[in-house]
Every structure is written in C-alpha cells, then in structure tokens.
C-alpha cells in the first residue's frame, strides 16, 4: 500500500446559492481544490451526494459533473451513504491511490438543498432512516436524534444546558469562518428558548439545509513531494463502519456504534490513541450527536461529554477543540458536502490558513462523518509531514 | 405510498407477525432472509407480545406534511415483553405524562392517510397500560 496525501482543497461560501445550479457549485469547489493543488489534470474523481434525484432530479451525477469540471472521460464514481456521502468519497479516493491505481484523484462533495420545499427537502433526508419502520409512523430525524439526547439524558444525567454549550460553541467558532452559512454568534438563552423541533430539540440544536460543495485533491506522498508547494497532509487513519438504520434495532440508544467501530480502525491504522489527536471535526447534525461523537471517538468518557462541552473542554482553547469550522451547526450541511468539508478544515488546521480561528501547533486532526441517526460513519486522521 | 410496497407490510403492521430464527431463538421484526446472530436461514413466523416499556420518546413539534395536522404528537421507542424494539406514535396519554419505562400496549390505530383520495395507512400506535 502506497502513502496518501492532501494535496489541496476548495468549498465555497456556503448557504442558500439560489442563482447557482448543482453544477456550478460543485465546479468552483473542484476548481479551486485543483488550483490550490497546483494539477494540471485528476485521473479520477469521487462525488459524494446523498440525494441529487429527490433534491434535483438529477441522478448519474458523476458523469455530469465530470464533464462540467472539463475532465471528460475520466473514471468518475457517486458514492451515497446520506449524510456520510462526502466522507466516504474522500476514503473512495484515498484508497485509489493507496491502491496505485491513480495517482492524482478529486474527492468533491455536493448537495444542492434549497431548490426544493422544506417539506420535500425533510422527506429527501428522511430517505436516509428507516422508510417503512420509522419514518412511516411519523418521526423526523430531529425526532430520532431527540429520542437518543432523552435517553442520554434519563441515563447520565446530560442536561438541557449542555445541548445548548455546543451550539454556542459552534456558532462562536463559525462567527471566524467566512465560509459559514450561519456566523451569528448565539447565546445560552437564545437556544434554550428557540422554537421546539422535537422534544428536547430545539431548531438552534438543529443543523440547517445548506447548499454546497466541497473538494480536496489526493496524490500519493511521493508525488506530493514532489509537486505540492504548500506544507504536505498525510493521510495517516480512515475507519468506516455501519450500525442498523434503525433506532430501535439498536441495544444501546446512548452511543453510536458505527463511530465507535470506525474511530478504533482509524486510530488502530495510525497508531494514535485520543490524546494524540490536536483537533477533531464531528457531525454535529444536532448538538447531541457532537457529545454522543466525542464520547464514542474516546475524547470522553460515556456521559461525560455533555459537562465536556459545557466546561470549555471542547473550545478552541480546550483539551480537544472540536469543530473550528463552526460544525455542521453553524458551518451549514450540505450533506453530501459535509464530509469533505470536515477533511479541509483539518487541513487548513494543520497547514496554518485556518485564520482567527487557528489552534496553535495543529498537527494531527481527525474527521468524523455519519450517516442518517448513525447507520454509517466515516473516520480520518490527518498528520501535517 | 405505493400500494405493493403498503400491501406486503400488512401482516407486520396489522398482525405484528415476526419471525423466529429456528437455531437461536432470536427474534426480528421485520422478519428477515438470515439471522445476524448465529447466520441461520430458518425462521418460523410468530405473533409479538404486545405489551412492553417506553425506552425512549420525543414529542415532535414540526412535522412531516401528512403528519402535520396530528402534531405535536408523541414518539418512542418501545420494548416489547419477547425483547424486541419499535417505534411507534405513544397515544392517548398527556405528553407531561410520558416516561421512561412506562409500561404500553400495541393497538391497532389509523397512522396517515395519502390525500383525500390516497391509501389510509393503518398501523399500531402504543396506548398507557
Ligand atoms: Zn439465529
């Protein structure tokens, strides 16, 4: 197996991009990734999207969109596992070149949410928990989420004040990211008091409906080196694993199963436990799932990563900052983007371009990406050579 | 919904048929083609115990379109006396009420209904013991 490296990386600002097509927005993300890597040409492309039929009517995305970028007849491939589509593409491409069948590969992200009712747009991410079981008998995924956050809270004692702690947290980091759909800061009150979605959930615990694209450009290290005039990204960990779809088939309502599995592979792979890790970004599609995820990664005991977040541990100056970018929460979720998004912020991290928002001497960050209520997770570290 | 895909969840939704694997015993609703336990593809179809615990809940505020006119309404999950989970609409309770571990029964309710002129979704919602 050959070593892997990031080589760049492109997203633009993300939000509700109502004068730009699919299309477009992948494209501009893929230019700049190509840009910033300083190619002159991919011999593969990855594209993680979750829903382009429900959200665009538009399937055979790979294709389209390889012919949009202007790389014509290269393989390219769509890798769907909801909102874990993106991370999967990045280990989709990593393993190419590991692999050494390409040497120079595009992994993009994309999902264009908003060009479809809210209504639609629930039922599209809907599609990714348990059609004729779960979604049947009325719930939402706010609703799953709220069931796992009230049965971590009936068993450890998680309270409503530390849900709220990430999201202020999230949105205070976002406020630094020009990227952001939301940089508002927000405080305390205005999440505990904002609309119910599903109890405990309010909609500021909520992740929103973005429209994005995200790319990174992966080579193997030999050429890295010799190419890249940026400081080099290792791929040094990538886990993956699944977990039932749904909630109920599940023995354990409090921990995500899929993350645990992946986070063990990854760190086994790179030979680093919790403590060498520098800075992690997690699928905080709602606050709970970000102290659920730093629990199963083993930043924190089970239970403990409620008052983890509450005490600052989780800040930028905490013992592990969790989520520079602003997260899912304020960053957006685009969520096919999403898991792309998450492996350039880490880089950006450890390259030093992460501006105010900077962790100082980054250099090992992990990613962490999930699917629907946690059927699927995606895991990778990233050590700056 | 489609009427194939509404049709073949009938004896699930309206008898809670479930199926036994014949090797170890464990039970799956849905029914499935091979046990995740011990690999075996023998199952026999059984009836589920109806009465069981609330594990979990949630009372959900916005709702999906053919849901809209029932919110907020109440959701959990629901383990049932022979060890297995769903999830199900908790009715005919006042939500300050609910609990985890109150014991609930399976009734068979309406759940949804496609339109004016659609498929009435039938299913079981779960009622206080
Ligand atoms: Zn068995």
């Given at each position: 197996m050959r070593e892997v490296a990031i080589i760049g990386v492109g997203m633009n600002k993300w939000g509700e991009l109502w004068e730009k097509s699919i299309n477009d927005i992948f494209v501009e993300a893929a230019l700049e990734a190509i840009d910033d890597a300083g190619v002159d040409h991919l011999d593969a492309m990855y594209v993680g999207c979750m829903s382009g039929g429900l959200f665009n009517g538009q399937e055979h995305l790979a294709s389209l969109l390889s012919d949009y970028l202007g790389m014509g007849p290269i393989p390219a491939t769509r890798v769907e596992s909801a909102c874990a589509s993106g991370g999967l593409a990045v280990k989709s491409a990593i393993i190419e070149v590991m692999s050494g069948n390409a040497e120079i590969v595009l992994a993009g992200g994309v999902e264009k949410m908003t060009d479809v009712s809210g209504d639609q747009a629930t039922y599209a991410l809907a599609t990714a928990a348990d059609q004729e079981y779960e979604v049947y008998q009325g719930v939402t995924f706010p609703g799953l989420y709220a069931m796992m956050a009230r049965a971590h809270m009936h068993k450890y004692g998680t309270t409503r004040k530390q849900l709220a702690a990430v999201a202020v947290k999230n949105h205070d980091n976002g406020s630094l990211n020009p990227l952001a759909q939301f940089p508002q800061k927000v405080t305390l009150d205005e999440v505990m008091n904002s609309v119910m979605v599903a109890d405990p959930l309010r909609i500021l615990d909520c992740s929103p409906i973005t429209d994005g694209a995200a790319a990174i450009i992966v080579c193997s290290l030999e050429t890295a080196k010799k190419i890249s005039k940026k400081p080099i990204v290792k791929v040094i960990g990538l886990g993956h694993a699944t977990d039932s779809i749904a909630l109920h088939s599940r023995s354990d309502l409090t921990s995500l199963n899929a993350v645990k599995l992946a986070g063990e592979r990854a760190y086994k792979m790179a030979g680093k436990t919790p403590a060498d890790i520098d800075l992690v970004e997690v699928?905080?599609?709602?606050t709970i799932a970000e102290i659920i995820v730093t629990e199963a990664l083993g930043f924190f005991e089970p239970g403990k990563g409620g008052p983890a977040a509450e005490s600052g541990q989780t800040a930028r100056d905490g013992k592990i900052p969790v989520n520079t970018s602003g997260g899912l929460k304020s960053k957006g979720h685009p969520v096919g983007a999403t898991g792309v998004a998450q492996v350039i912020e880490v880089v950006k991290q450890l390259r030093g371009e992460a501006g105010k928002r900077q962790i100082e001497k980054a250099r090992i960050g992990m990613t962490q990406n999930m699917g629907g209520s946690g059927g699927s997770s995606v895991v990778h570290i990233l050590e700056k050579i | 919904m489609s009427v194939p895909a509404y049709r073949r969840a009938m004896p699930q939704r309206y008898r809670y048929e479930a199926g036994k694997c014949k090797s170890c015993g464990k039970i799956f609703f849905p029914p499935r083609l091979i046990c995740d336990a011990c690999k075996s593809r023998e199952f026999e179809t059984i009836t589920l115990n109806r009465e069981g615990v609330v594990k979990t809940y949630t009372v959900i505020h916005v709702a999906p379109s053919q849901f809209v006119d029932q919110a907020p309404y109440a959701i959990g999950v629901v383990e049932l006396k022979d060890g297995v989970s769903l999830l199900t609409q908790i009715v005919d309770c006042e939500f300050e009420d609910l609990k985890i571990g109150m014991p609930v029964r399976l009734e068979f309710r309406k759940i949804s209904e496609d339109g004016k002129a659609g498929i009435i979704h039938y299913g079981y919602k779960c009622v206080p013991i």
């Open positions: 699928h905080d599609c709602f | -």
